[in-house]
């Protein structure tokens, strides 16, 4: 009998345990996303990007939602909201007085903004994982008559938070062919980008990069400054900045050297998810020698991308590489390519 009282213990802190284990994950999700149908969707809202809002649901999993097609969107977390103007507000979401409108419930007091107004959302206090997006695209040919292989890989991870992003972005492109020497080039960058009122951003930027077509072994280089967004919308985007870049590079066949340069980056953004879908990104960055005058780089970045079925992607990834004056005298000044590619996101 003394066994008894042991035993219903033990059941009760299996209860227990069980009872805490479980608990958050049938935490209800009480966002509530109203569609221009008719459709109201309940989950928890994660985020809007890129014109479409992120909805994750009990029932039917993940759904990204073409913005235009949302009239009313409610969420009793705090998230960060930023408008065309790029206006930066905080708070829960409400039901606007009308059908596409929001209200902004802060602590400071609620604000009602157009839906089409609204580019972005994010919400704050999310955990680490949630706060990830990446990709990955790699493209392979090979031609039977020349024995030529083009292997190429693209790919990236993004850390979002309200008022900051962290990019890894690397690209990596080989050339194979008997009896030729092979071509390599290979690219790793790390960005940090601060987000002000306004459109204003500041932003940090590490490279280590190898092009052996541009004499170039590797060139290690660091870059600061600020930029604004000129333009910023559901479907479009266009970021110009200006900063200063310092790099050492070592080059195939010459000494290295340490050059001071004044960066010039860009990047146009263009997202449509109605017909045709297209989802298009193109990065450039220009640099002026100032230790070296009237040396000119520039590596230019584009990726056309479109989605064959859930998180899967078939896209035409190009990229373009410039020296005035690469510091190898038998390297070329241009170098550049293109190549279908499969991708999947994250």
């Known amino acids: 009998m003394a066994r008894l009282p042991r035993l219903g213990l033990l059941v009760a802190l299996v209860a227990l345990a069980a009872a805490f284990c479980t608990g958050p994950a049938r935490a209800e999700k009480t966002d509530i996303v109203l ?73 400071t007091g609620s604000r009602t903004v157009d839906l089409d107004d609204v580019v972005r959302i994010r919400r704050t206090g999310t955990t680490f994982w949630n706060a990830i997006d990446g990709s990955i695209d790699v493209g392979l040919s090979f031609t039977s008559a020349s024995s030529l292989l083009t292997l190429d890989i693209h790919g990236a991870v993004q850390f979002k938070r309200p008022r900051y992003e962290l990019d890894f972005d690397f ?63 559901q479907h479009q985007s266009l970021l110009l900045g200006v900063g200063l870049n310092v790099a050492h590079e070592y080059p195939v066949d010459a000494p290295d050297d340490t050059l001071v340069e004044l960066a010039l980056p860009l990047r146009y953004d263009l997202f449509e998810y109605d017909t045709p879908k297209v989802d298009i990104r193109i990065t450039f960055a220009g640099f002026v020698g100032l230790t070296e005058w009237g040396r000119l780089r520039y590596e230019a970045d584009f990726n056309i991308k479109r989605e064959v079925v859930r998180d899967f992607t078939v896209s035409l990834i190009g990229w373009s590489s410039y020296d005035s004056d690469p510091p190898s005298p038998e390297a070329v000044n241009l170098d550049y390519g293109a190549t279908f590619a499969l991708g999947w996101t994250f």
């Open 35 to 107: 569609l221009r149908n008719g459709d109201r969707i309940t989950g928890e809202v994660r985020e809007l990007e890129r014109g479409k809002l992120t909805v994750k649901t009990d029932d039917i999993g993940t759904l990204t939602i073409e913005w235009d097609k949302v009239v009313e969107v409610r969420a009793n977390v705090p998230v960060e909201v930023v408008d065309l103007h790029g206006a930066r507000l905080y708070g829960s979401l409400e039901a606007g007085p009308e059908l596409g409108t929001v209200t902004i419930a802060g602590p």
């Open 171 to 233: 690209a990596s492109s080989l050339t194979r062919q008997p009896e030729v020497e092979d071509t390599r080039r290979n690219d790793l960058t790390f960005s940090y980008t601060r987000r002000y009122e306004d459109r204003w951003v500041a932003f940090v930027i590490g490279e280590l990069d190898q092009n052996k077509a541009l004499g170039m072994n590797l060139r290690a280089s660091a870059a600061g400054g600020g930029g604004r967004a000129v333009v910023q919308s």
